[in-house]
């Protein structure tokens, strides 16, 4: 899985298959404030949605709403054909279908790396132990970690950590991987090679849904760009239209201070 | 290089030594000790206080201790050396009495027995190897052996009732089952303060709230005289019964929010992981949040261990018959008033060992564990 700089990943969408993630006007309040306002997205299978926006947008709500990290107020949510409900039986069908990648990658400190990988096949799966070894190394070799399996998060580099957390997620085999902000904490020497990682899912086929503030990862590999300002959706496209030809001045705000960053 | 000049060929600055006196035990000393003439006249009054203490107190405890008395109980030679020399005649007198108590004179190796059982207990729970599923099964056989050995009746030892038990085994019983019993309630009632049900978390706060709010005497107390009241007429729990119930109880509460102190300080982030994993609420408990919460926890929990350990002593006042009280009952006897101090000098010892040994271990402990994180 090498991923070259700067040719753009081929879209893998699916749009005859049924949606792997659909939101209907979705709403969501912390006490009086109110963080996504009548957000409807439908994501297809196979395919690739960068969401980004300034800080305080709800875009990482967003996306933790997706697998309930937090609870959405109005509206529905389907993920799969599943509705999510209060019913935990849904629940876990959902999570076990939907990887998530945090900001601050979250490993497990006192497990192994490969312990990281395997718990969760193991006791939610039911995958035998053996077999879930084998499909970690599968997956941490795909991330460039094999070597340091026995080792603690702790030991290893803020990169290295997050290329974990990423076969960590994909150790369940699932169907749709969730990204929030995965470059945010990294020194920027790392960031490529987390990013690198990511363009190689995005190349095998996987339906991702990523917060992110790297735009250069959107134009090699996002089939959309999803701008969110104040709690809605303001402007979607393909990367081209929206970069270069945005329709909204919050948008063209929003670009001109991101680029400037760079 | 230090010193950085444009056009300068930069050249390398040599290895020194450290500079003479600002290390070793000299310089150690005249920082610490003789910084001035203040500090130098409290060194060497100090010194002078601790010297001459250490000199009285050896001269007492060793040189002029008396070891034995003839007979057993004409105690006139330790009298004489009163304020002298330590009377250690008492505990070599007495040891049996303080440590086993009542129990029946030619059956103390079964009580001594039962003591060395539950110091390999801890022994063996202390090495990591063991930390196994196996560990329980030994906990049970263990336990087990040392209830028949107590009571006995069977294999041609004389049943003795649980009222002639008394000194180091009654110590061990109530703090090894307290805290044997304790520590589970204790997570899962800092567990269910933490519930979204919230007639679980009503009913663990009440507990905790309520038996924090009392003293553990007045606990005591109750298991001991209010309880059987309530029991129907003929029917009796063995007093040791209720009262290890209350310690139970007691340290239950007071772990529970040690435990709640760890789960508290556990990252929101790990409890997120373990969700999107979907991990159930069980599974993230056992295999994510205690094994993380519990290790930030040791040095709280160990000081509520050791407390407690000591605090069993506190059963006297409802006339169970443990450590402290055999050692206050072996002075009654007219021989032998007066020598208080040799004998709860000799209880404080064994109570230092065991606290010193907790206290060491879960030291030893936090630094094997912290090893593997960082």
């Not at chain 2, 002078?48 to 009285?56: A, G, K, P």
């Not at chain 2, 040799?342 to 064994?350: G, K, Q, T």
């Amino acid at each position: 899985m090498s991923a070259t700089a700067e040719a753009p990943v081929a879209s893998l969408a699916r749009t005859d298959a049924p949606p792997a993630i659909v939101l209907d006007k979705v709403n969501k309040w912390f006490g009086s404030l109110h963080v996504l306002r009548d957000v409807s997205m439908t994501v297809a299978n196979g395919e690739r949605v960068v969401v980004c926006g300034p800080s305080g947008s709800g875009k990482s709500t967003l996306i933790r709403c997706i697998n309930r990290l937090e609870q959405h107020q109005e509206g529905r949510i389907i993920v799969e054909g599943t509705e999510l409900t209060d019913d935990l039986r849904s629940l876990d069908a959902i999570r076990r279908e939907v990887g998530m990648v945090f900001q601050s990658f979250n490993l497990f400190p006192h497990l192994t790396i490969l312990e990281n990988c395997t718990l969760a096949p193991i006791w939610v799966r039911k995958t035998p132990k053996a077999e879930a070894e084998a499909l970690a190394m599968s997956y941490l070799e795909r991330v460039k970690i094999p070597e340091q399996v026995k080792k603690y998060p702790g030991q290893l580099s803020g990169g290295q950590q997050q290329r974990v957390a990423i076969a960590r997620a994909l150790c369940m085999q699932p169907k749709i991987m969730l990204f929030d902000e995965p470059t945010s904490a990294l020194d920027p020497e790392m960031i490529k090679e987390v990013l690198d990682t990511m363009v190689g899912l995005a190349d095998s086929g996987m339906t991702m849904v990523c917060v992110t503030h790297e735009m250069g990862f959107a134009r090699q590999v996002a089939d959309r760009v999803v701008f969110m300002d104040r709690g809605e959706i303001v402007e979607s496209g393909t990367p081209a239209e929206m970069f270069e030809t945005p329709k909204t001045d919050r948008l063209r705000l929003f670009l001109s201070q991101i680029l400037r960053g760079h | 290089m230090s010193d950085i000049t444009a056009g300068s060929t930069p050249v390398p600055t040599a290895r020194r030594d450290a500079p003479i006196h600002t290390s070793g035990p000299i310089a150690w000393l005249r920082v610490n000790l003789f910084s001035g003439w203040v500090s130098t006249a409290v060194t060497l009054l100090l010194a002078y206080l601790i010297v001459t203490r250490l000199i009285s107190f050896v001269d007492w405890a060793f040189i002029n201790a008396i070891w034995a008395v003839p007979g057993g109980n004409q105690t006139q030679a330790c009298r004489d050396m009163k304020g002298i020399g330590a009377c250690w005649a008492v505990i070599t007198e007495k040891h049996r009495f303080i440590l086993f108590g009542t129990y029946p004179y030619d059956e103390q190796w079964r009580p001594l027995i039962v003591c060395l059982l539950f110091i390999g207990l801890y022994v063996v729970s202390a090495m990591r190897r063991f930390w196994r599923a196996e560990l329980g099964l030994i906990w049970i056989v263990t336990l087990a052996v040392i209830g028949l050995l107590m009571w006995g009746g069977v294999f041609g030892m004389p049943y003795v009732p649980q009222e002639r038990w008394g000194g180091l085994p009654i110590t061990l019983i109530l703090s090894t089952f307290g805290l044997a019993f304790a520590f589970p309630l204790s997570i899962l009632v800092a567990l269910g303060r933490r519930s979204k049900m919230p007639a679980i978390k009503m009913i663990c706060v009440v507990y905790v709230e309520l038996v924090r709010g009392v003293p553990l005497i007045s606990l005591l107390f109750m298991a001991s005289v209010m309880f059987p009241l309530f029991l129907p007429e003929g029917m009796n729990i063995d007093k040791l019964l209720r009262a290890q119930v209350a310690i139970i109880l007691f340290a239950g509460a007071y772990l529970a929010e040690v435990v709640r102190a760890g789960l508290q300080a556990l990252p929101k982030g790990q409890y997120e992981a373990a969700d999107a994993l979907g991990l159930s609420y069980w599974q993230k408990t056992l295999l994510i949040v205690l094994p993380q919460a519990l290790r930030m926890v040791i040095p709280p929990l160990v000081n509520t261990f050791i407390g407690f350990f000591k605090d069993t002593s506190l059963v006297l006042i409802i006339g169970i018959f443990d450590l402290l009280t055999a050692g206050k009952t072996a002075i009654v006897e007219p021989a032998w008033q007066g020598f208080g101090v040799e004998v709860y000098i000799f209880i404080a010892l064994i109570y230092f060992c065991f606290c010193f040994a907790m206290s060491r271990y879960s030291q030893s402990l936090e630094a094997q564990l912290n090893t593997r994180r960082r």
